[in-house]
């Protein structure tokens, strides 16, 4: 893993599980020790209700240890109410109600306030992601700042008979669809991330806190900012079709598993590589909590966010467009 992004920013004792692939994702887990035992467990964090538009209520059960509210999480709601989105990561303080300003409507043309947590929770698509790296766009309490993104995120998909900003004219007509990709790529064990590519590139790379905590959130990851990625690319034409293939398979049965062994192997030391070309630099730090700041990172072509805790890196949320 030398000079690759992990060492860069500090993850030096991670490991990586056998490629995932279906269709034009494939996935390589990240595997590791919890990277910290002083974080609250996902189920402590709950979604309150939203207070008004643009703003997020989170609570945060535990007792001792600081909750992370994902970044760019957002909600679905069958509540004749306004959807929202986080516009970048935060923390919940132990025992604390906290509420979040300048998160996103992600319904152009819906009122209500949400109440409750029982509702879909997703990760933003990988498009509508890379707008928010921008410090001013993030911090700005200005609740429709996505809904020109969205029109133009879910503009020519089919099945998408609405316009403008609402995301889950996409969302809900593709449930299957982004469903499946969830039974394609189940975690596997001591896994605390994941390397994302479309075809052969890179797409994104998340690192969480702890296995629960991958355990708990990769459903919305996988199927609400890759999958929706993807399939939008796909139903666009914006991406080649193709899977991943092993060539010269032996017709011994013996041989034939060590060769296609070999050519995972190969592929997957090839993808891990790719992380290498990736140049680092800082949109800016955030202090979150007494123990927690994030740092906005930028890349050659997208970024993400980078929690730190006591001077150790426990979240990583990054995501690429290198398939342009």
């Known amino acids: 893993m030398s000079n690759s992004i992990f060492e860069k920013l500090g993850f030096n004792d991670l490991e990586f599980d ?20 002083e974080i609250a467990k996902p189920e402590n964090l709950r979604f309150v209700r939203t207070t008004n538009y643009g703003s997020m209520r989170f609570e945060n059960i535990d007792s001792d240890y600081d909750a992370i509210v994902p970044s760019n999480m957002f909600i679905i709601t069958d509540q004749a109410a306004q ?25 152009s043309s819906q009122g209500g306030f949400i109440k409750g947590n029982d ?43 609405g316009h403008g900003g609402h995301l889950e004219y996409f969302f809900r007509p593709y449930k299957k669809e982004l469903n499946d990709f969830i039974a394609e790529f189940e975690p596997v064990r001591n896994q605390i991330g994941a390397i994302i590519l479309f075809t052969d590139k890179i797409a994104g790379i998340e690192i ?11 459903t919305w990851l996988i199927r609400g900012c890759y ?15 193709c ?41 800016g730090t955030k202090k979150l909590s007494n123990t927690c700041t994030n740092q906005i990172i ?9 929690i730190i805790q006591n001077n150790n890196p426990i979240y990583l949320s990054m995501v690429e467009c290198t398939w342009k």
């Open 243 to 283: 899977r991943l293939t092993i060539s010269n398979i032996p017709d011994s049965i013996d041989e034939m598993k060590e060769s296609i062994n070999n050519s995972l192997n190969s592929t997957k030391e090839l993808f891990i590589d790719k992380t290498r070309n990736i140049n680092i630099s800082s949109l």
């Open 83 to 107: 959807d929202h989105a986080m516009s970048e990561p935060n923390i919940v303080k132990p025992k604390k109600v906290t509420t979040f300003t300048n998160a996103c409507c992600i319904q």
């Open 119 to 161: 509702h879909q929770y997703d990760i933003l698509p990988l498009e509508l992601r890379l707008h928010l790296l921008n410090p001013t766009m993030r911090n700005k309490n200005q609740y429709g700042k996505l809904w020109n993104h969205i029109g133009r995120f879910i503009s020519g998909i089919p099945k998408v008979t």
């Open 298 to 306: 930028k890349t050659n072509c997208g970024g993400g966010d980078l």
């Open 18 to 37: 056998d490629i995932q692939s279906a269709d034009e994702m494939t996935i390589i887990p990240i595997i590791g020790r919890d990277r910290t035992s």
């Open 208 to 218: 969480l806190p702890t296995v629960t905590h991958w355990n708990y959130y990769w």
């Open 227 to 241: 999958a929706s990625q993807l399939l939008k690319l796909k139903l666009t034409n914006q991406i080649n079709k």
